[in-house]
């Protein structure tokens, strides 16, 4: 079974540019996420999406973040413009769950964001 | 803000002995995961506890969960190399439909 796909892996942009992320989840799972993760530090969730529907954006960064997931599949983040403070690893995942309850996320490796 | 916090922040023993990371929480949960990240790489799922569960074994993965103290431990019993990496519980809150990361255990394992 194929992973969760994710690009690029590594981008580099000045501050005030803008960059795309794009996530493709594991085939049949409903529920996909965004998380963003500094440097040492844990993933935080930005986004979640239950099949096309948005569950939860309330750590969204609405000014400068935006995410869609057209026709239930694949997804695109996008951040316009970019701060210094965004620079971090972008983490998609993906869930065959669909209720109430979190179960087992599977990751992908993850897009790299330098702003400089 | 994240949910759980880990402990210790980093970790560094010898390969054959086993290690032991500590996880607090803060609000009633329905379950509790593991996941281990190497270096450079997304996060891989270790283990599952639910809330009404006390123990559970994963080859020699053991997850203990204490509820009425809001914590977790995670156990790797005979170290390997191979077992260095980060290590995070994630809490699914009562009431959320998705999982809040701690801040993550460094463990070292060296051969």
Known sequence: ?116 | SQQGEEDPQALSIQEGENATMNCSYKTSINNLQWYRQNSGRGLVHLILIRSNEREKHSGRLRVTLDTSKKSSSLLITASRAADTASYFCATDQTGANNLFFGTGTRLTVIP
């Open chain 1, 1 to 116: 079974e194929a992973g969760v796909a994710q690009s690029p892996r590594y981008k580099i942009i000045e501050k005030r540019q803008s960059v795309a992320f794009w996530c493709n989840p594991i085939s049949g799972h409903a529920t996909l996420y965004w998380y963003q993760q500094i440097l040492g530090q844990g993933p935080k969730l930005l986004i979640q999406f239950q099949n096309n529907g948005v569950v939860d954006d309330s750590q969204l960064p609405k000014d400068r973040f935006s995410a869609e997931r057209l026709k239930g599949v694949d997804s695109t983040l996008k951040i316009q413009p970019a701060k210094l403070e965004d620079s971090a690893v972008y983490l998609c995942a993906s869930s065959p769950v669909g209720s109430q309850v979190a179960g087992e996320l599977f990751f992908g490796e993850g897009s790299r964001l330098t702003v400089l």
